[in-house]
């Protein structure tokens, strides 16, 4: 498995991909660096948290740290199919050792790490390792790594750091332009997402955003939470969208969908508005 994993690690003088640099992340991850906790990276799904850990190993690598001493892992990729549990990570992790020799300290950088299973195991065991020099940088998305459960899974071993989307002063440096009203209005219609940048029409964009939508509410919240009604879900999250700094309450929710001819009572609107929050945190 090392050698299919190579081309996405910096050992042969590999330079991967790493987008825009965004130094107000990597700054702050970076002075938090040199203890023993776990630095973790949420936020909402294709906000760029991948390109935050690519750019700080490359940062470390820069700074004078060995390119074989730090080990990278994204479950998102094919060649990473094999490691599904905690032992399987632990297996590579040897493999690793032994094949490269690192010497000194070690620096794991662990992608979508929740699709690992029991990857707490492997994080508690190698955060704490006093025998052998080791820290790690984990990511996933908000809907799999809530604040409360990390705080139970990592026992408070942990710094987290929220990877926003795009910041309009990000925005304008990375297309070179004023922060005038007028680039605003165009950040605001382009939207904040990394990828819109890439995507060359209106149409690919709202596509793209929808998808992401979709997603979020799928994945993060339906299936997590048992949502009996996918559609009312639906239809609230278009009401919540279309009424965005406004004053939001249950009667009023009742009231709209009684306008729309849409049959809901009072109580199982309130069970849904409290996936509000939810679908924000995701």
Known sequence: MLEQIRKYNLWDGNVPELGFLRTNYTNRIHTATGNNLVKVLIGQRRAGKSFVLRQLAKRLIDEGVPAQNILYINKEYLEFGDVKTAEDLQQLYIEYRSTLHPQGKVYLFLDEVQLVLNWEQFVNSHSQDFAEQQELFISGSNSDL????????????????????????????????????????????????????????EDMRRNYVS?????????????????????????????????????????????????????????????????RKSFLDA
């Open 146 to 201: 809530l604040s409360g459960e990390l705080a139970s899974l990592l026992s408070g071993r942990y710094v987290e750091f929220e990877i926003l989307p795009y910041s309009f002063h990000e925005y304008t440096a990375m297309e070179s332009l004023p922060m005038t009203r007028a680039s605003y209005l165009r950040f605001l219609q382009m939207g904040m997402l990394p990828e819109l940048f890439h995507l060359n029409t």
């Open 211 to 275: 998808a992401v939508k979709d997603t979020v509410m799928l994945r993060d919240i339906v299936r997590r939470y048992n949502v009996k009604d996918p559609q009312l879900l639906e239809d609230l999250f278009r009401y919540l969208v279309n009424n965005a700094g406004r004053l939001v309450s249950v009667s009023n929710i009742v009231n709209y969908f009684k306008s729309q001819g849409r049959k809901t009572n009072y109580e199982t609107l309130s069970s849904y508005i409290s996936f």
